[in-house]
Nanobody, 126 residues
Framework: QVQLVESGGGLVQAGGSLRLSCAASGRSFSDYAMGWFRQAPGKEREFVAAITWGGSRTYYSDSVKGRFTISKDNAKNTGDLQMNSLKPEDTAVYYC???????????????????WGQGTQVTVSS
């Protein structure tokens, strides 16, 4: 079992930056691929970014590519999502998720992940 807790959300103006963190406990995070998803009111949960369990490969949705960066610190059992050049359409609840020993299979699909955090709100004002 892995427990995930997100932090770092908040209110920011368009063009600003935020850094989300996902703290893992229960088992070593080094064995887990990590994904970030978001969900805006009235919309389905949307893939944002993912990183394989070994950290060798990263994936991004087209809407955030070039603006967001996902990373994973296995020594600290944490994962981060650096978000730059934020836009109002980035407003959503952001969730981190983990899937054990995934080398890149279906990491854009919520159904792949076994563990989820409770989410953190990101609001970007125009």
């Amino acid at each position: 079992q892995v427990q995930l807790v997100e932090s770092g959300g908040g209110l920011v103006q368009a063009g600003g930056s935020l850094r989300l963190s996902c703290a893992a406990s229960g088992r070593s995070f080094s064995d887990y691929a990590m994904g970030w998803f978001r969900q805006a009111p009235g919309k389905e949960r949307e893939f944002v970014a993912a990183i394989t369990w070994g950290g060798s490969r990263t994936y991004y949705s087209d809407s955030v590519k070039g603006r967001f960066t996902i990373s994973k610190d296995n020594a600290k059992n944490t994962g981060d999502l650096q978000m730059n050049s934020l836009k109002p359409e980035d407003t959503a609840v952001y969730y981190c998720a983990a899937d054990r020993l995934n080398q890149g299979y279906g990491l854009n699909l919520p159904s792949i992940y076994d563990y989820w955090g409770q989410g953190t709100q990101v609001t970007v004002s125009s």
